[in-house]
């Protein structure tokens, strides 16, 4: 049952940046608060006891983005005063909630279910060896040894030219590489929106600039959410690797207490406990999903650099049962243009990167960059006793046959 609160709040079709930077400043606890600022929102706020809450109307339903911006004992008035305004003829969901609201939540009739989990990194401890950073250490040795050099910048006010357009520059190439359309607040890419609250880490191989990281603070939690991470398709391996353990040296060097990646999709930190129909239900959206997003090997590129541990993400919605409506009225309401606008631009994207025989480049869609000079093996015989190769050497221009028994 909903909880009753004498609270009175307000509707407002914008907010100050100000005022917004205020209550993130005081309340921005969860890793997507900074990405409020980015605009496209309306709002509620509530004087007392002071609250915000950013949302975007789609159909019946009032999808609000990540967890309200007031005190944590504050929370259970902030979302019932919200409800109260809505009325009982439109429905309510939060995407990307904290794991501390979900009490809360649960005690006002919200339905909520695990969506993923973020890594998050205890910067004052974290020092993967051994086993547990081999994933990191042969991308990162190489790229050393390429001569990638990692170094810190400051946006100025206003922010410098010619450092703008090479990010541009270098963001362009990038998403003409990716499988995934922006969805504003999930995977929407603005590296210089209010560029000076933010720390830039840049990647540069023989002078020109080949990757950097855009990190925006998690003001509550004196942490980084490491939001854009940028490689040039031109890079040289292992870059992506170099810049995030830099990053994070760095921002630890510099007194943060935190930082993390960002949401892995469906990530099980401990699969054996999670329930079976949420297995189907995972699996069945992964593969839902994989013409968009990528999400296991997202997963697979978060999980190599050994998170100190995860922390779950949730999906709630009023009433409690998360009806098909609902969901399609979330996952319509962050694309431009709305869910057919997602699903007619990824068409667009697949014709557009196909190859002349309509096939696309397999390597293209996952990002990967294979070392310059790497040996590669393609198999060219089905024999099911004998598996034959043919050794493609990039130094020579011949093609030499090797058999394994």
Known sequence: MLM???????????IADAELFSFLRRFGRNTNAFLLSYGGYRWFRIVAPPGLIGYVQRGRTLVVAGDPLCAPDDAAAVLAAFARAVGPQRRIALILVSAWLIPTLRSLGYGTIRVGSDPVFALARWAPRGNQAKGVRNPTNRAR???????A????A??????ADALRACTAAWLRTRRALPLRFLTDCRPLAH?????????????????FVACSPIYG???WYLEDVIRHPDAPYGVAELLITGALAALRAE??????????PLVEPDPTRCPPTRRLASQLFRLAAAPFYNIRGLARFKTKFAPSWWEPVYVASLPARLTPGVLLDILGAFPPGGLIGLVRGQILRALRSGNADGSSDARQWRGVRRPTGATRYRRCT????HRSYTRVDRAAPRLRSTRRQ
């Not at 009753?4 to 914008?14: I, M, N, R, T, W």
């Not at 040894?145 to 170094?151: M, Y």
């Open 4 to 14: 009753s609160h004498g609270y009175a709040g307000e509707f407002l079709d914008a």
């Open 145 to 151: 040894r390429a001569g990638v050099v990692i170094t």
């Open 153 to 156: 910048y400051q946006v100025g």
């Open 158 to 163: 206003p922010p410098d030219t010619r450092f």
């Open 195 to 211: 560029a000076a609250a933010r720390r830039y880490f840049l990647a540069h191989h023989e002078d020109r600039l080949v990757g």
């Open 221 to 223: 939690r004196d942490g």
């Open 255 to 264: 007194g943060a207490t935190m930082a993390t990646l960002g949401i892995a």
């Open 382 to 385: 089905p024999h099911p006793r």
